[in-house]
């Protein structure tokens, strides 16, 4: 079956509006110097309380995207996200490159991420995207075992789906390379305004034809300084432009409800 719309008919179009809150967990795995693991922490410094309060001004409630020791270092901070009616979901334990892990260690990471959410937070996460949005093979079966709702990493798709294996589903909740701030602003250091430009190219095609569309960003670099206005401007957008901006969790449940008999 394909889906042609997921938005109720109120609205127009989808937007699934993710941040991925690494703080300084890859630098600390990758034992990097002092200021690279300053870049990272920006994000619960700063950059979270940025985004919390544009993300307030219109009313949006997301997904946050946070590693297992994001959770257990900076409990308040992802305190704060979840007070504000967020949702909170997996990220890693330290934003491991799951494909080179054998399975126990992967098998670890999850157990340790999980036990971090159920001990901290008090809930079990519902979904989960691969730190790089890399695989390894053993990946999907684990997300089956430990029955997550949904995962964001995979980039076959323009629109989300249930992904089957052996029996068993997950809804996926498809990604881009370029709709996601990292490779535009901290690879090529584009100008703000060149991916605000290309957003807004891709938030009109999804409204014109009532797709969807998953914007990836990350606190430690969407809002520093006057990168925040990308931000901003896009949230207005969107509420002119009448997109339903579901968190993760609620979304996937609308696709098992549209697809999932
Ligand atoms: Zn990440």
């Not at 699934?16 to 300084?24: G, N, P, Q, T």
């Not at 997996?90 to 490159?97: N, Q, S, V």
């Not at 076959?156 to 789906?161: S, V």
């Not at 938030?203 to 797709?211: E, F, M, S, T, W």
């Amino acid at each position: 079956m394909i889906l042609m719309r997921i938005c109720p008919r109120e609205f127009k179009y989808t937007v699934f509006l993710s941040f991925d809150l690494d703080a300084e967990s890859a630098e600390v795995y990758m034992k990097r110097d002092p200021v690279s693991m300053s870049f990272g922490r920006y994000s619960v410094k700063i950059g979270v309380k940025k985004i919390l309060e544009v993300l307030g001004d219109h009313g949006l409630k997301v997904t946050f995207f946070t590693p297992g020791w994001v959770v257990e270092k900076y409990s308040d901070v992802v305190g704060s996200i979840l007070g504000d009616g967020h949702e909170v979901a997996l990220h890693g334990y330290l934003h491991e490159k799951l494909d080179q892990l054998e399975l126990e260690e992967e098998l670890l990471v999850f157990k340790k991420s999980i036990s971090a959410f159920e001990r901290i937070l008090d809930f079990k996460p519902k979904g989960f995207r691969a730190p790089y949005w890399r695989f390894s093979g053993n990946t999907l079966n684990i997300l089956f075992e430990e029955g997550f709702l949904y995962d964001s990493s995979l980039m076959d798709d323009e629109k989300p789906y249930i992904l089957e294996h052996n029996g068993r589903k997950i809804v996926e909740l498809p990604v881009d390379w370029r709709l996601d701030d990292w490779p535009h602003l901290e690879i090529h250091r584009l100008p703000p305004k060149m991916l605000l430009e290309m957003w807004m190219e891709e938030l009109d095609y999804a409204a014109r034809n009532n797709g969807f569309l998953s914007l990836t960003m990350h606190p430690s670099c969407i809002s520093r300084g006057a990168r925040i206005r990308v931000l901003t401007r896009i949230l207005g957008v969107l509420e002119e432009t009448e997109a339903w901006t579901p968190k993760g969790c609620d979304l996937a449940s609308r696709i098992i409800e549209l697809l999932g008999k």
